[in-house]
């Protein structure tokens, strides 16, 4: 089994309250005092809790958990940071909607389909965030939608380390071993570049699973996805020269995945 968590920890389950508009899921028992306000940044800016934030097309929120959860004999811990990420439409439909979605069920909807996937990757011990809770908003035939997740303690993404440091050939085999463990287990990533991707000190992770699903393992889509992952450090190669990525690099993540 992956190393992720404790194997003694106990399992999580998705648990789901109804509210006014919508529905939120929460995973655990400490989150069972949330409410809808907050997934809204506003409401940890007014109790001073927002820690931080990273910026990409659109802004992800970085609180610290509300006295409610910090103070539970629960599964949070009070020195943990939560993320804060609203759903938004990327594409050529954005100009249509920013962040509306067609309403076809409650477990279909992208929220609740991310925070599924994480809890049972989670569970099964894979490197995955801890995942928390999830808010979908209805009006009329749309949704709206929000997802909590742990923030991953001393971690960065690969493009931040990369920019100032080389990653030795035994920590690209690791990352190359990390992938291979998801494929094996039939995980697609809809969007593995390397932002998606976190080092700590002695592990990967990977996250924003915003579309992915189970899959059969296929070598047709398996490729696919390395594929996508080398245009991307390609591309932040492109835009920053320096970056510490190389052909060889690449060809050690490849030696990795294939020997897990």
Known sequence: MPAN?????????MQIKQTSRGAIAYCVAAAQAITTEWFDVGFWQQQAAVTGSSKGRYTTWFVKPAPEASQSEAQVDSDSEWVLRHYYRGGLIEKLSKDKYLFTGLHQTRAMAELTLLTQLFNEGFAVPKPIAANVV????????????????????????????????QQWRQLGTCIAKFHQRGVYH????????L??????????????????????????????????????????????????????????????
């Open 138 to 169: 209805r009006s009329g035939l749309h949704y709206r939608a929000d997802i909590i997740i742990e923030r991953v303690a001393g971690a960065q993404d690969l493009v931040a380390k990369l920019s100032t440091e080389i990653m030795t050939d």
């Open 199 to 260: 080092i700590t000190d002695d592990e990967f992770y990977l996250i924003d699973f915003d579309r992915g699903e189970f899959r059969t393992p296929n070598a047709k889509w398996q490729a696919a996805n390395l594929e996508r992952l080398l245009r991307s450090f390609n591309k932040e190669k492109g835009k920053l020269p320096a970056l510490a990525f190389t052909t060889s690099n690449w060809q050690e993540l490849l030696k990795g995945y294939s020997k897990p």
């Open 5 to 13: 968590v404790q194997t003694d920890q106990p399992k999580m389950t």
């Open 190 to 197: 809809a969007d593995l570049n390397a932002k998606n991707i």
